[in-house]
């Protein structure tokens, strides 16, 4: 049973660098999502995805990139990290739209 | 696009108090609307939504919201306040029009509760 699973849980990157926060998902679940948190911020919306093969930019893209090669998977790269990425990041996924999203417990990055 | 304000930064409230946090939408439909809660180092639960039919909705924990068309509201109430309530709250709009729909959030009231 579990749901969606982040990892990793925490990482702290030097300016430049590059990484992948992996997000999977056991719940056949077509609707994926990437977002942000900021304090006073809420969410942001970076990338989601309808369904395997299938994405689309959010509200704050700009230095990320996703595919959606499987159903269950949904990476987020960060390329060329900079201090404005350091952030929460969550994953999250529903089985269709209008529906309940189901998120994960989260990414804490720094960028140094 | 579709946006949400919560007016509220942070409220305090005492126990035992009841409680309204505003949620106000930018879209020109009836868009789907929900609320989520966040307790501290956890990820979003959901607490309610709204997508048509009867404009008063239940959700878990007690809580209910109310959808006013002419104000374009969704705020949030609950009639007596716990303790174990006091968190981040969320609230998020889907367009709802087609099948790439986007879930958008608010920038959140944070609840302090006064034993």
């Known amino acids: 049973n579990a749901g969606v699973t982040q990892t990793p849980k925490f990482r702290i990157l030097k300016i430049g660098q590059s990484m992948t926060l992996q997000c999977t998902q056991d719940m056949n679940h077509n609707y994926m999502y990437w977002y942000r948190q900021d304090p006073g911020m809420g969410l942001k919306l970076i990338y989601y995805?309808?369904?395997?093969?299938?994405?689309d930019k959010g509200e704050v893209p700009n230095g990320y990139n996703v595919s959606r090669s499987t159903t269950e998977d949904f990476p987020l790269r960060l390329e060329l990290a900079a201090p404005s990425q350091t952030s929460v990041y969550f994953c999250a996924s529903s089985y269709t739209k209008n529906e309940k999203l189901f998120f994960g417990s989260g990414t804490q990055l720094s960028v140094l | 696009a579709q946006s949400v304000t919560q007016p509220d930064i942070h409220i305090t409230v005492s126990e035992g108090a009841s409680l309204e946090l505003r949620c106000n939408y930018s879209?020109?439909?009836?868009?789907?609307l929900f609320w989520y809660v966040q307790s501290p180092g956890q990820g979003l639960q959901l607490l309610l939504k709204?997508?048509?039919?009867?404009?008063l909705v239940q959700g878990i924990k007690g809580f209910e919201a109310e959808f006013k068309r002419s104000q374009s509201s969704f705020n949030l109430r609950k009639p007596s306040v716990h303790w174990s309530d006091a968190a981040e709250y969320f609230c998020a709009v889907e367009e709802g029009k087609t099948s790439y729909d986007k879930v958008i959030f608010g920038p959140g009231t944070s609840l302090s509760v006064i034993p």
């Open positions: 709204y997508f048509s039919g009867d404009t």
């Open positions: 995805s309808v369904g395997a093969g299938i994405t």
């Open positions: 879209y020109g439909a009836t868009p789907y």
